[in-house]
């Protein structure tokens, strides 16, 4: 959060665009909740700016729309706030795009196959893009899968072609 919020302004401002709203968050569970506390003791651990609200009373008192039950505490996370997704996602392919990456919607991977040249690891890629093969040779290639993750993984990890 320290590293990614810094990170998204520099993408934005970059992109002249807007994708993240701060609004701050306030999230309630019942006081023993494990996934609370874990977010808790993670904000702890690397110093993320959150209040703990130790129970329904102090809830209410700060933001009196609500009425939790007794037993209920909140954590509110000033930082927090709304992503537009899908706006964020064009803002990324168009930045890669401007940096000279090739964006290939669409297309099917039907083979990865590393390969060594002058003792440089490099992936062949076989794609189909448009009803038509294409090979990309690359050192570094960002594939998005989708549902298909898993099978690529696996191609690519075990360094067997699909």
């Known amino acids: 959060m320290n590293t990614a919020y810094p990170m998204w302004e520099a993408a934005e401002k970059e992109a002249g665009t807007s994708v993240y709203s701060k609004t701050g968050g306030l999230d309630l569970a019942e006081k023993n909740n494990k996934d609370?506390?874990?977010?808790?003791?993670?904000?702890?651990?690397?110093?993320?700016?959150?209040k703990v609200l130790e129970n329904s009373e102090s809830i209410h008192k700060q933001f009196p729309n609500f009425n939790p039950?007794?037993?209920?505490i909140g954590l509110y996370s000033p930082d927090s706030g709304i992503l537009n997704a899908t706006?964020?996602?064009?803002?990324?392919?168009?930045?890669?795009r401007d940096g000279g990456c090739v964006y290939m919607d669409g297309a099917q991977v039907?083979?990865?196959?590393?390969f060594i040249n002058n003792g440089q690891e490099f992936y062949r890629i076989m794609l189909i893009v448009d009803n038509r093969n294409v090979e990309i040779v690359t050192e570094k290639c960002i594939l998005t899968a989708g549902p298909w993750t898993n099978k690529l993984l696996k191609c690519v990890s075990s360094r067997h072609e699909m």
């Not at 609370?36 to 993320?48: D, E, G, H, L, T």
């Not at 039950?69 to 209920?72: C, E, N, R, S, W």
């Not at 706006?87 to 890669?96: D, E, R």
């Not at 039907?110 to 590393?114: A, D, E, F, L």
């Open 36 to 50: 609370i506390n874990r977010v808790i003791a993670a904000a702890k651990k690397w110093n993320i700016e959150v």
């Open 69 to 72: 039950p007794k037993g209920y």
């Open 110 to 114: 039907v083979k990865i196959k590393p």
């Open 87 to 96: 706006k964020a996602v064009a803002m990324f392919q168009m930045l890669a």
